[in-house]
């Protein structure tokens, strides 16, 4: 049907063509997941009632409020993909006007968003002009744009495409590194970003940043490169899956995660060790699995 971009800060992708459902006699969010600034998505159907039935880079499907997001044909999200584009690091950062903090501020975008830079240094030194998928230009410091490791052009190509890893010890430490940057972030159903974001956002964003596309949700799914290790095996960087919530092992029992659990609320550490100040026995008796990215030397005689 075509593809588009998105040109909000954040556009909520919600299950359904509406914002709500009901469930259990109440009027609750139809989130699913969000789509950042400058990302592509398939347009799989016609419009209902302002909503756009998309399929996500990463292949997850749902529906996306037609005013959030710029249609394009394959030659407009190729040209997109293929110009020079970065990613937003920083958790919140401003575009503005002017190459200067006085600047008048034109959006704020969050980490995970993707600009088209046109110039890294421009009229003053740290600061990059960049154009908006909007078509706006406008300035940033660069000190906050990431390289983009991850491919879009799944989009049109009907699959769900992967960095390769050549150094595994370095990937994991930098998606531990990645998924720390979130630490103190709310809790938002669906959410994916610095403003908000729940268990398998955090888990599938910050795989997204080093290159790899996981599963949205919170459970291994044929297809994506996550399979199940015994639990021995685990290592940083690993995915521990508990029945509808998925965390990150970063080392010595500890795992990364964001929980709506009262008193936590958003990204914390918690630990698998029953002697530790973090244990969380409720998680610790319900891990069903462990997923990596990467073969164990076992595994790899087996293949």
Known sequence: MGFCVVREAISTIYERAGAEKEAGGQVISAIADEGLHGMLMEVTGDEEAGYLPVRTFYGYRGYILKEDVRLLDRWEAEGWEGSDLKVVGGGCVDVVSLPRVQGVRLVSLFRGSIVQVLDWNSEEAGWARVCLADGRTGYMRNQYLWDKWFSQSGVWLGTVCQREIPDEEGFRKRVVETARTFLGTQYRWGGRSAAGIDCSGLTSASYMLNGILTYRDAKIVEGY???????????????????????????????????????????????????????????????????????????AREN
């Open 225 to 299: 490169p996550v399979h199940e290790i015994k639990r021995e095996n685990k290592k940083p960087g690993d995915l521990l899956y508990f029945p509808g919530h998925i965390a990150m092992y970063t080392g010595d029992g500890m795992y990364i995660h964001s929980t709506g659990r009262i008193g936590s609320g958003g990204v914390v550490y918690n630990s698998l060790l029953p002697e530790s100040p973090l244990y969380r026995k409720d998680l610790a008796d319900s891990l069903y699995a462990v997923g990596s990215i990467f073969r164990t030397a076992c595994q």
